[in-house]
């Protein structure tokens, strides 16, 4: 392309320094100096007019050097317009964005149970707790009063009493339990495979009688087996209560 257009402008130059001398040559061989004369300069083609007529021969010459040259030009201006065009349509690569989509998850629905602690049985009955463990009764019998927790699946009534004896302390908040919490005191029983609640709260079997002890009860129920064996349901109510006389004093006597 650069070629063609090279060889064009040559040719224009050419055809217009060609049309200069044809002028010149067409001119009178000799001029006088009472001919009036109009030099005129003709700075396209370089030529140097004499006359009016070489004159005007000199401008027909130029029109048509101008009129070639404007044909160069545009020619020129076609083909770099082509060039460009093309250059502009090249295919460039698509940058595909992708979408981000953010999933929003609903979290699991958590375990929750309700928990409490009392040893109200003993309130009417101080006569016959051992004189040391009376500090320990609070005074309207309630250890723990009722609070809910939340608790992974699968665990048991005694993970929650344990649990709830660690991060509680009593109603009366009691220099006993301020720093450890309630105390709380269990033996395994291998015969039994379960586990077996000896005192809460400093309060144990026997204390209160010879039939007195811990058991518990789960929404309104006693379990007839170690509180290690029942596993928790959501939403279940477990209440661990201190009997006197083998449950016959809580409304569910031990057969």
Same mark, same amino acid.
């Given at each position: ?20 001398? *044809? ?38 010459? *130029? ?7 404007? !044909? ?74 009722? !609070? ?19 991060? /509680? ?16 005191? /269990? ?23 010879? *039939? ?17 064996? /029942? ?25």
């Amino acid at each position: 392309m650069k070629k063609t257009i090279a060889l064009l402008l040559t040719f224009a130059v050419f055809f217009s320094f060609a049309a200069c001398r *044809k002028d010149n040559a067409s001119a009178p061989a000799t001029m006088t100096t009472s001919t009036a004369t109009e030099k005129v300069y003709a700075a396209t083609t370089n030529c140097l007019v004499t006359d009016e007529a070489t004159a005007a021969q000199s401008v027909s010459a *130029k029109e048509k050097t101008t009129l070639f040259s404007k !044909v160069i030009t545009t020619v020129a201006t076609t083909l770099k317009l082509t060039a460009t065009t093309a250059k502009s349509t090249t295919s460039v690569p698509i940058t595909t964005v992708r979408e981000t989509t953010t999933v929003t998850t609903t979290a699991e629905e958590k375990n929750i149970c309700t928990i409490s602690i009392n040893c109200t049985q003993i309130i009417n009955n101080k006569n016959k707790l051992k004189a040391e463990k009376a500090a320990f009764v609070p005074d309207n019998g309630e250890i723990l009063k009722a !609070v809910t927790v939340e608790f992974n699946e699968g665990e048991t009534a005694f993970d929650i009493l344990k649990r709830v004896c660690s991060e /509680y302390t009593c109603n009366d908040n009691c220099r006993y339990c301020q720093d450890t919490g309630i105390q709380l005191e /269990y033996e395994f029983t291998p015969g039994y495979n379960n586990y077996y609640i000896e005192g809460i709260h400093q309060i144990y079997e026997k204390d209160c009688g010879s *039939k007195s002890g811990w058991m518990y009860e789960v929404n309104g129920t006693f379990p007839n087996y170690g509180c290690s064996s /029942y596993t928790v349901e959501n939403g279940d109510i477990i209440e661990f209560v201190y009997t006197l006389n083998l449950g016959e004093d809580i409304g569910t006597p031990i057969n």
